[in-house]
């Protein structure tokens, strides 16, 4: 059974502690020194919940546990999650994943998962970009405690900004598998509507190498298509 860190009373989960300027001067103290984890825990206690997930969740397909850069969960719930992300990863196209960034999503935890007394059974997740990796924070919160739509976009704008300052290893900017030149040379062409022959006498390689790219493409990118794949070389700038 997963043991729960217990909320501080008085901070977490009580109300606003600080105002937003007070938690920005406080975020900025905590990138100089790399606290990520300070960091976090400032931005739940701001918004009024009680814990912290930040996730990779670019990398969340592969059900392991790659995906957690920072977490005060317990580690088998987060473990147990890592499955769920994987499964929501899967069903969900390029565009939807476009759509849902910034956009606070309410999401009820597995039915197996046993949370401490006083803590909802919901979670709050916000889906950012820091450069070419999409990040997904995501809360636990008390009951019967409403939180912000406003408030929350504003911890997932601040969680964005205050990742891409830190030097933690967890964050990083780049893909785990970054896209060689080859295969950013079929991304171009492909979204320039070019057929793999027509690619192959561009670059004067044969056609099944040219599928053979744009297969490690989608493998590396999680896209399904190439149409997806287009999408997700225009939302993160390789075309």
Known sequence: MAVWPAPVAGARGVGRAFSKEQLIRRLGEFAERGNLNKGLAALTEYVGATHYLLARYDLSQDEGLDFVVCSDWPFDVVKRLGKVMSQLHSKTNEMEKCLSVMQPVFMSLPDDIDVSRGISREYCAITFNVGRARLSLMLLFPQD???????????GLLTGYFASF?????????????????????LFWIAEGKTSDEIAVILGISRNTINNYITSVMRKTATKTRSEAIAYAVRNNLV
């Open 166 to 186: 830190t030097s933690e290893r967890g964050v990083r900017t780049d893909r785990e598998f970054e896209l060689t030149e080859r295969e950013l040379e079929c």
């Open 145 to 155: 405690v409403i939180l912000s739509q406003e408030s929350l976009r504003d911890v």
